[in-house]
């Protein structure tokens, strides 16, 4: 009654104004509470007829949602809908930093052996140079064809996935911190191993894009992701012990070419098919058409590659020397990539599901931080947007690059600097599989100076492991001689100094990067550790896009200058029966590698000296050169200034 007195006093401001559903609404459901009818003859005619039209309507509208939430209940799509959002909530979950909080009691090395395995599949990627000599003859598949790639046009895949490394640590890093390792872990499975599909999905095309889609982008971003998910995890787990933390973190890493090396052999011998074999040079009639080499084979021409004994030898795949037709063979780098991708998806995966991380605050029972003479020991932390600010950050930089530079250089090119410099020299010893073997040894070199010179940096500095790492200099200063002496002298002395000399060079760059997190940790404290090391990194990128770029770069105006020196001792008739043209059709003949040093120097004077050991010498004196500015930048590091450090602690 008293509801039904106020409705009355409002039924002009009811019937007038829209503003009375609530009001209506709320009629209905206390009538419905009480369980009466509603009734409105207490109010005025127009005022009932409106109200109880109104309360028609609200029981159509409950009537309807009723049959809504039957419908929700029922229907397959909403059904399936539902479950999609509870899967993604529980992936979500599952994948949370919080839910990866270690219980009391918890053995913090149970951490080591799953971050090997993410770091092992990751760390593959130093395994690209085994990659080089198949992308440039994929359609020659024994030699290059004038369709083929070219060096200078693959080289770059790695250092865009170099580039995409640096993005992805510099703005990511942050988030990372806030997932957690196992969500980290879980996206690279997704970005590598996918990138790596797609890579071999471009190279069964031939689209050079889907190359430097999948490795470069793809896999950039899973190689950054796997990178830094497990180094300042485990740095959280071994404070006592940040040095051996990183060392052992990044051990893996740097091994991982020497475990894929052997393995993406095995896949490239399994999937890989000799092209068809036309005959001897002397026995095929050849016609040479705008650069090209045609045969007639069945009454049609043709295109063919000629195969020397030393290509053979390289390209590891057998066969006689002569001629072979064009697109009839298979490299097997296609099927190699995308075995790969689906293998390092799986392994990442497993690697991600063991990541712990300690409780906010957790120490070591008994540990007590010792101050190190011998270390910049920073007594604050800096925010990672604030380490930016400070000249030590850009020091350290410009000493990672500079460091970075001749060891990526060396790893991204191994395979095509050993059997560039002792293949023609040493043809019966530096086969293919020599050269493979030579790019696992540096990867071992890589592993070893990454855990040896994290492990000397918990006693004699991290600064004093970055000075040491100038021994590198002398090293890329001398090699250039090497070489020279191969030219005149081929024998096995120089090909085991150039080896010794090399792998020295390496367990440099491995120390650069097992050393740098513990070097940042001394420097901004270990708060913000991960998300600065990410942006650090970027001198790494800088380091992969500059080095092997300089390198293709070096390389082909040398191989060029050697080309046409060559061509300039050659007789011209001699030339002509050669190639099928004459001298002046040489810049179409070079464009599509019908003419090359391995070529010229079949019908070059006796006594004239193979120049391809020495198309590296410019390279080696510029690594040493941007080596010895890194040495520099390294002693004008000095302790952070106390102003950078977070508001809470100063």
Known sequence: TFVFFLCHLSSKMLVGVGGGCGLRTSLLTLCRSTGQQPSFSLLAPASRTTLAHHCFVEERKDERKDAGLQWERTSPFLVQQQRNASFLANAKHFLSKENIIAKPGYNRYLNVPFSFLVQLSVGSVYAWSVFNSPLTREIGVVAAAADDWTLYQVLPIFSSCAIVLGITTALLGPWAERRGPRMVAAAA??????????????????????????????GGMGWGLGYISPVSTLMRWFPDKRGLATGLALTAF??????????????????????????????????????????????????????????????????????????????????????????????????AMG???PPEGWRPEGFVEKVNERQIQSTG?????????????????????????????????????MTDVFGTALPHIVTGTFAATYVAALSGANMIGRLGWATASDYIGRKNVYFAFGLGIPILASLPSLTNYTIEFPGLLPLYAFSGATAVALTFYGGLFSVLPAYLADLFGEKHVGAIHGRQLTAWSAA?????????????????????????????????????????????????????????????????????PGLYNTTLYSMAGLLTCAVICNALIKPVDPKHFIQEQK
């Open 189 to 218: 499975a997704l970005t590598w191993g996918g990138g790596l599909v797609l890579t071999g999905l471009g190279t069964y095309l031939h689209i050079l894009p889907l190359l430097y889609l999948g490795y470069g982008v793809l």
């Open 254 to 351: 740097g091994g991982g070419a020497m475990l894929a090396t052997p393995i993406n052999e095995a896949l490239f011998s399994f999937f890989s098919e000799l092209p068809t074999y036309l005959g001897a040079e002397t026995d095929i009639s050849l016609i040479t058409e705008h650069g090209r080499r045609f045969a007639e084979v069945g009454g049609q021409m043709q295109e063919v590659v000629i195969a020397t004994a030393s290509d053979l030898s390289k390209a590891n795949l057998g066969g006689l020397p002569g001629v072979y037709a064009v697109g009839t063979g298979d490299t097997g780098a296609a099927m190699t990539f995308a075995t790969l991708g689906a293998t390092y998806f799986t392994c990442i995966l497993a690697g």
């Open 355 to 357: 990541q712990r991380v």
């Open 381 to 417: 932390n800096v925010g990672y947007t604030e380490a930016l600010k400070t000249p030590q950050f850009y020091l350290l930089w410009i000493a990672v690059m500079g460091n970075a530079v001749a060891g990526v250089t060396m790893m991204s090119c191994a395979k095509n600097i």
């Open 544 to 612: 992969a896009l500059g080095g092997p770029m300089l390198l293709s770069a070096l390389r082909e105006r040398s191989y060029n200058e050697s080309v046409y020196d060559l061509i300039d001792k050659v007789s011209d008739t001699d030339f002509a029966a050669k190639f099928g043209a004459g001298k002046d059709a040489v810049e179409q003949l070079v464009a599509m590698k019908t003419v090359t040093i391995t070529s010229l120097m079949d019908i070059a004077p006796a006594g004239t000296l193979d120049p391809t």
